[in-house]
């Protein structure tokens, strides 16, 4: 039992880290580029140029009918060739069908969609330009659903953590340079779903036997019953997401969709580590359920839970205490009006590292339209709040709805796994290390702000000091458990290192 439970565990970090090391890339090369963005064009044309990504990225979602995660789930379910073969032919004819049919309305209604529905006459081009790259979207993401069914990291990280943004930041450049705007700018992300999209594509056509000559057992009706729920959760999730540039852009300015738009990716920053974690986790989860294994089940949402709450922590407590030097030192003093809508925002996304991946875990289980029902109250919610705080209080407003939402999602989500699993996140482990670590980011704010000026040089060395006092913390307070002394052992039998100091400092405080 231990045994099973090490190989899942080592399993996970090691996939996990390799997504991690992949979304950090990615965010690194995506976060350049929104700086390059926010600084060039300014506060309304950064403003235009959000209102047309986000427009793409919207319907691609919207149009992917909950398959990336319908054959996600599946794939690791069916052994037979005919079957997993059914599965990727079924959901690839829905997706593309959808999607092309849906960009060429968008294309051609672009103007009142614009005008009349986005109160933003401006946006016209870039509404156009971002119906070309929705096909290529939904097709790349259908087959990262793929690649995460196949329980295979290294394609995900490939093509959409390092090729996409470094295709999409050379775009950005070439954009730039030439004076192309808002429009190039769209176009650049368009060409860039494109490219991935063509380059997973091919990978989905050369890797798997969708080509072979196996006949496929089709399973579309039992695929879209699956994934019909995850569409109207996709669709709330897009509002959670996205809803509130849209309202912004229809009450308020374009200045003021560019300032949210850089709190927001600021704030999103700390959904990296459950992303990479998640996206491997649902797979296992899923066939620790069909074996019936539900007491590694629990572990294993722990042990993950904890490595999530542990890394996001830190820089969670950078963003809250730091917010208008965070805006300053990125995307420019220009932004920085956004500081407590920053503020906000963080403390809702911190709130999915708080719960864990507990929304893949009720997808592993098979619990989607209860996963429906919850993003449809958190959907509703967000647009009632979104309508009565926009108007008067803008991005501070939606960043208000955006953080109320997202926590009431996480309680709705973690009640329900732990309803039907009487699996949860909280252990010792969890929030020991983490009121010591909250403690001493307090003491270094109250020496920063009274003693120093908070310039780059000092948030640096501050950040040094803090991770230092808390992963003293993690070791002291038992956040170091015996999964992560046998990661450290399996590191060793595999690269031929002698970590024997780091063992004798972790046995001491874990023995302890």
Request: glycine fraction near 8%.
């Amino acid at each position: 039992m231990f045994e099973k439970q090490n190989s899942i565990i080592r399993r996970l970090f090691k996939s996990g880290l390799l997504l991690f090391a992949g979304l950090v890339l990615e965010l690194g090369i995506s976060f350049a580029a929104k700086i390059l963005i926010a600084r060039l064009l300014g506060r309304p044309a950064y403003g235009v140029a959000t209102i047309g990504i986000t427009t793409l990225s919207f319907a691609s979602t919207i149009l992917l009918f909950g398959m990336n995660t319908g054959v996600g789930r599946y794939l690791p379910r069916f052994d037979d060739e005919a079957d997993r073969k059914g599965i990727m032919a079924s959901g690839l004819q829905v997706v593309i069908g959808f999607s092309v049919s849906c960009a060429v309305l968008l294309f051609i209604f672009a103007e009142p969609f614009a005008t009349r529905v986005l109160g933003a006459p401006e946006a016209v081009v870039v509404v156009r330009i971002a119906s070309l790259g929705i096909p290529f979207a939904v097709v790349m993401k259908f087959t990262i659903g793929v690649v995460q069914g196949l329980q295979r990291s290294l394609p995900k990280v490939l093509i959409r953590n390092i090729g996409q943004p470094i295709v999409r930041f050379s775009l950005v450049v070439v954009s730039l340079y030439f004076g192309l705007g808002a429009a190039g700018i769209v176009g650049a992300y368009s060409a860039t779903f494109a490219a991935a999209g063509l380059a997973g594509l091919y990978y989905v056509l050369t890797r798997t036997n969708l080509r072979s000559s196996v006949t496929a057992n089709m399973r579309q009706r039992e695929l879209v019953r699956f994934s019909a729920p995850l569409m109207l959760t996709a669709a709330m999730l897009m509002v959670l997401s996205y809803f509130d540039i849209f309202m912004l852009s229809y009450f308020r300015t374009s200045g003021e969709v560019g300032s949210y738009n850089v709190v927001y990716p600021l704030a999103e920053l700390l959904t990296a580590t459950l992303s990479a974690f998640s996206f491997i986790a649902m797979p296992i989860l899923s066939q620790l359920h069909s074996d019936e294994r539900i007491t590694e089940m629990d572990r294993t949402y722990k042990v993950v839970t904890k490595w999530i709450f542990m890394a996001t922590l830190p820089p969670m407590l950078i963003l809250i205490f730091f917010p208008t030097a965070s805006i300053r030192m990125t995307f420019g003093p220009e932004y920085t009006d956004g500081s407590l809508a920053l503020v906000t925002l963080a403390l809702g996304f911190f709130t999915h590292s708080v719960a864990g991946p507990n929304v893949n875990t009720l997808t592993a289980i098979g619990r989607t339209r209860i996963i429906m029902w919850d993003n449809l109250l958190a959907g509703v919610t967000n647009i009632a709040l979104n309508f009565a705080l926009i108007p008067e209080y803008g991005i501070l407003g939606a960043a208000v709805a955006t953080a109320v939402s997202y926590a009431g999602l996480n309680v709705l989500y973690s009640a329900q796994l732990y309803r039907q699993t009487g699996i949860h996140p909280m252990t010792a482990a969890l929030f020991k290390p983490a009121i010591a670590g909250t403690l001493s980011m307090v003491g270094i704010y109250y020496v920063v702000t009274r003693f120093l000026d908070t310039t780059a040089p000092v948030l640096v060395g501050m950040g040094i000091v803090f991770v230092s006092l808390y992963s003293i913390a993690i070791l002291a307070l038992g956040g170091i458990e015996e999964e992560e002394i046998m990661l450290v052992l399996s590191f060793e039998e595999r690269f031929g290192v002698d970590l024997g100091p780091f063992k004798r400092v972790a046995r001491f405080f874990v023995d302890e």
